[in-house]
């Protein structure tokens, strides 16, 4: 499909589209939306992130919606950040149709979301907790609805909300279509789906690779106490760094841009005690460049819609691959390139080596950039800025004072005396702290041994020996390939070479998903 000319849409439609700007469908919405518009099928979509997952279901809705003064539609998101996106990408997909659509979440005045539902909305895109809020309040009332669309399914079931779900499902009437749209498709969407939809399609776009190849991917072995300076080099080494740095907790966040401010880089932090306001404060300085570097938790980086990133950053290394391709996708989207560093500390190695499998992606070692490399690229940055601005002609201001600054010494003499006051000590290689680096190439080899966290302690009847045996008949694992065999009361740990540990999530993660996980240490 190549246009959206052939899909059968309103005139309406097709404006709003070219005035998005969105000439050609994705290859989700080439397979949502001749579908859902042909027989109004219940539908579960799966494709990566940043794939437009979400005018695959707004379009046809929006298409095929029958106003009656009811609210018609409703979005679940995980976030409020999505809920707002989502509402504003089906707004701009309304266009001159007589359609509202309203917002609910948490984290801001209720009272103004009333008010706005009041004034009449056909469509509400929310959060599961305010709509339930708003449920309980009678101020919404699902039994006209006539599509219910989860959104990011997996990361809402992730996160907990399904009874939510479930609840806000007995406040909707039986006979109507459900949507559920997600990047990946964990088992229990689908025991959603078999339990509520009935009949449904699963309609899937393949990721040939599970990471895009717009994406550089290196990683650098750093020790712990290095990886700050290390992200310091990458910042001044690439003069036009626009990215999101990625950290495990939030104190990590605070630390990270505490320190960077210090040294003058214009940062923010996400994550989840920023409070609303300056959450879209900082996204909106974000999107317009005010701040070019933003330190972000995973969950706090969801469903941010800017397309441009040079960089994504894993300053910590997620814990499951699905977080890294989650994480790295932000970058290398629509077209442009990007570069995703991720830093490794020496015992993370076996963690990279999992990642490394599992995206069947070669990630691969790169040395921290050294400080005259550095101070090359500001060199170079320097002059290419002098040419710019002597090509733009735009320095009369300066003339007056220059010819008097020359007045007294050699231009040379004044030159450097300027570059000093301007940039101080930026240019001198002693100014810079030092960091060691690990030169051997060492890439986690199928030999290294990996600890694994099994979802079986003593209260499901586990010793040693007869955690050896389940692993044995589930999935062949020679006993002489386990050790470090640690039986806590409902879990235990093992440790077990890469490989075999590959073989031993595959299998005991079939039935269920979450048996077994890499120890999180
Ligand atoms: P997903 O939900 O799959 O992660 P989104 O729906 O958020 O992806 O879309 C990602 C970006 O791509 C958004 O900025 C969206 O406006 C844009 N987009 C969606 N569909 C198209 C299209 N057909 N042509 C161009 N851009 C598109
Ligand atoms: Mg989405």
Do not use: W
Not at 442 to 451: E, L, Y
């Amino acid at each position: 499909m190549s246009s959206f000319n052939d899909l059968n849409l309103s005139q309406e439609m097709l404006s709003a589209l070219s005035a998005k700007g969105f000439t050609a469908p994705s290859a989700i919405q080439a397979l949502v939306i001749p579908e859902f518009l042909r027989e109004q099928a219940n539908i579960i979509g799966q494709a990566q992130t940043g794939t437009g997952k979400t005018a695959a279901f707004s379009i046809p809705i929006l298409e095929t919606m029958q106003k009656d003064g009811t609210i018609k539609a409703l979005v679940l998101t995980p976030t409020r950040e999505l809920a707002l996106q989502v509402c504003e990408e089906m707004y701009s997909l309304i266009g001159s149709k007589n359609l509202r659509v309203a917002a609910v979440y948490g984290g801001a005045s209720i009272e103004q979301q009333i008010k706005n539902i009041r004034k009449g909305c056909d469509i509400i895109v929310g959060t599961p907790g305010r709509v339930m809020d708003l449920l309980d309040r009678k101020v919404l009332n699902f039994s006209n609805i006539d599509f219910f669309v989860l959104d990011e399914a997996d990361e809402m079931l992730n996160m907990g909300f399904v009874e939510d779900i479930e609840q806000i499902l007995q406040s909707t009437k039986e006979d109507k279509k459900m949507l559920f749209f997600s990047a990946t498709m964990p088992k229990s969407i689908l025991e959603i789906a078999k339990k509520y939809m009935g009949k449904y399609k699963i309609l899937k776009v393949e990721n040939k690779e599970m990471t895009t190849n717009l994406t550089e991917q290196i990683y650098y072995e750093v020790k712990e106490g290095d990886k700050f300076e290390a992200l310091c080099r990458v910042l001044d080494f690439e003069q036009d760094f626009f990215g999101i740095i990625f950290c495990r907790t939030k104190i990590e966040v605070d630390e990270a841009v505490k320190r960077l401010k210090a040294r003058g880089y214009a940062t923010e932090s996400l994550h989840g005690d920023i409070t609303q306001s300056q959450r879209t404060k900082t996204l909106a300085e974000f999107k317009e460049k005010i701040i070019n570097i933003l330190v972000a938790t995973d969950v706090a980086a969801r469903g941010i819609d800017v397309n441009n990133l040079t960089h994504v950053i894993n300053y910590s290394i997620p814990h499951e691959a699905e977080s890294y391709v989650h994480r790295i996708g932000r970058t290398g989207r629509a077209g442009n390139k990007g570069i995703a560093i991720t830093f490794v500390t020496p015992r993370e190695m076996s963690k990279l080596g999992i990642i490394k499998k599992v995206t069947k992606t070669d990630i691969k070692k790169q040395a921290v950039p050294e400080i005259k490399d550095i101070i090359k690229a500001k060199e170079d940055y320097l002059q290419a800025c002098v040419h710019e601005i002597i090509a733009e002609n735009d320095y009369e201001y300066y003339m007056k004072l220059a010819k008097q600054l020359l007045a007294d010494y050699e231009a040379n003499v004044v030159l450097a005396s300027l570059l000093r006051q301007q940039f101080q000590d930026e240019f001198i290689e002693a100014s810079y702290a030092k960091i060691e680096q690990n030169r051997n190439n060492s890439n986690a080899v199928p030999g290294d041994n990996v600890k694994l966290f099994v979802a079986l302690g003593k209260k499901d009847g586990m010793n040693p020996r007869k955690l050896l045996d389940v692993l044995h008949e589930n999935c062949k694992t020679p006993g002489r390939k386990v050790r470090d065999i640690r039986i806590m009361d409902k879990f235990s740990f093992i440790s077990v070479p890469l490989d075999e540990a590959e073989i031993i999530m595959g299998k005991m993660n079939r039935k269920n998903k979450k048996m077994v996980e890499v120890a999180k240490n």
